[in-house]
């Protein structure tokens, strides 16, 4: 017998949509350029920020948010596509999509972080690579860019193929927190205000570190005349 159980936590949703509508706004800044170029690194700058508070939050978050509780090993992933698997939030095929599109936005948000244009916009850790060092990370940067799309273009793909295929909506329990689930399925504890508080301030401090805000201000200009 089927009930209603918290599923997902506000601070997962939350974070979430976040991620969505910064990697998409990244995208569409990227494209457009230009002066679209600072919208595009304040972007990164929040996706690092997003990702060190996912981070925390998947150890100190609740129940089903939790990475020790979704990321599984190989047998439970075979038992998953044998139809054995009957547990809620992240299966274990889905939660590797999860670590790895995780981890190739933070590697998207990092190389990005000290790239450049050659045009007009330096990444705010610039200063601390080389010219020739910026350079490559810009190329991986646009390299990670298309990796990103396809894991975007599956991510979608997945959920249209449980909505249509399996009747199982992907959407709205990350919208309202909740789902149905069979019976003796408990729901989602744990993640409380002091878990809350830790994840926002290392978020915080991420996003304020890939900022530059930490790097030592630059020297004053000279005042030396110039000697003729």
Request: glycine residues 12%; contains cysteine.
């Amino acid at each position: 017998m089927a009930r209603t159980i918290k599923l997902w936590d506000l601070p997962t949703r939350v974070f979430h949509w976040c991620l969505v509508l910064c990697v998409a706004g990244a995208f569409a800044t990227g494209w457009i350029g230009g002066t679209a170029m600072a919208w595009h690194g304040r972007f990164g700058i929040a996706v690092c920020g997003l990702l060190a508070f996912r981070l925390v939050w998947g150890f100190a978050g609740s129940t089903y948010a939790r990475f020790p509780q979704f990321v599984r090993g190989p047998a439970t992933i075979l038992a998953y596509l044998k139809g054995r698997w009957h547990g809620v939030g992240h299966n274990p095929l889905g939660a590797l999509s999860v670590l790895g599109m995780l981890a190739v936005l933070a590697f998207q948000a990092g190389t990005g972080l000290a790239a450049n244009d050659d045009i007009a916009f330096n990444g705010p850790l610039y200063d601390l690579v080389s010219k020739e060092t910026s350079d490559r990370l810009a190329g991986l940067h646009r390299l990670d860019s298309w990796l990103v799309l396809l894991l975007v273009a599956l991510h979608l793909s997945a959920i249209m193929f449980y909505a249509h295929v399996r009747k199982d909506n992907l959407v709205r329990p990350m919208l309202t927190g909740r789902r149905e689930a069979e019976e003796g399925i408990p729901d989602a504890q744990g993640g409380g205000a002091a878990a809350l508080l830790i994840a926002a301030a290392v978020g915080i401090l991420a996003a304020a570190a890939a900022a530059g805000a930490f790097l030592p201000p630059p020297p004053p200009p000279s005042t030396e005349q110039p000697a003729f």
